[in-house]
């Protein structure tokens, strides 16, 4: 008999390929065919961050605990998201795919019941995955905000001293 972690592990690959496929879907259709065929990292970051931090975020998920490895890879999973125009919801909700993901995958196994108790378990941590994905795009969103009010301001204070005549401190 197979427990849920080790089916997991052994459809690991085909599973972060789903998960990844619905993350890319959030994209508009064009983006998201770039960001599939273009494999060069330096020339599609978004689709490698995409597929580095799904697949350490997935085996952060097979660990019994959490660890300081799955906020990391959530946070750079969101730097990403947060910079990109979607809502907060829009950017963290493919996180709850891998539930249907894994449901329909053990849907082909032969495990009756046995393995429920364990799924539950698993779709909890996802859920708290997104919470946590929520979280920190949240962080992320209010860090970003506060960077353009301070470009603002100094922006202003810049036109309000040129227009009045006087010189900053270093201006020459």
């Not at 770039?34 to 975020?57: C, H, M, S, W, Y």
């Not at 709850?96 to 698993?122: N, T, Y």
Request: proline share 3%.
């Amino acid at each position: 008999m197979n427990t849920l972690t080790e089916i997991l592990s052994r459809e690991r690959k085909s599973l972060i390929k789903a998960w990844l496929e619905k993350a890319l879907q959030t994209y508009p259709p064009k983006t998201s065919e770039i960001f599939k065929k273009q494999k060069d990292p330096f020339a599609n970051p978004v689709g490698a961050t995409l597929a580095r931090t799904l697949e350490g975020i997935f085996d952060q998920l097979l660990l019994d605990q959490s660890t300081e490895k799955l906020k990391a890879h959530v946070q750079d999973l969101v730097q990403v998201r947060a910079v990109q125009d979607f809502t907060p919801s829009g950017a963290v909700s493919f996180v709850l795919d891998l539930k249907r993901i894994v449901r329909r995958r053990l849907a082909q196994e032969d495990s009756g019941d046995r393995l429920e108790h364990a799924l539950v378990e698993f779709e909890e941590r996802i859920d708290l995955l997104c919470l946590l994905a929520f979280d920190l795009y949240m962080k992320q969103r209010e860090q970003i905000w506060k960077l353009r009010s301070q470009e603002l301001q100094q922006r202003t204070s810049y036109l309000l001293r040129k227009k009045a005549g006087i010189k900053a401190v270093g201006d020459d």
